[in-house]
């Protein structure tokens, strides 16, 4: 799981960062009792992680949005 965690770009950088504390980090993506939580304010949507991830439960798509 830390594999997953280190690949995605957003958490590599605040991985390596001195001041990094797992506790309060602003990671894009967590794993919590065993699921995989996207932070989607500050994730880049690279994929990197849906194309990483063993049982294929990730997956990113672009929305459009609907205006009136
Ligand atoms: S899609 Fe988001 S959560 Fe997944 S690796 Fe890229 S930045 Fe991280």
Redesign the pocket.
């Known amino acids: 799981m830390r594999d997953l965690l280190l ?5 590599a950088k605040a991985m390596k960062s001195d001041e990094f504390d797992p506790d309060t980090a602003e990671l ?2 967590r794993i919590i009792n065993g699921m995989a939580i ?2 989607d304010e500050i ?8 194309k990483t991830c063993p049982i294929e439960s ?1 997956k ?1 798509m672009e929305l459009e949005l609907a205006t009136a």
């Open positions: 690949l995605c770009p957003v958490n894009a993506i996207l932070n994730c880049i949507r690279c994929g990197a992680c849906s990730l990113t």
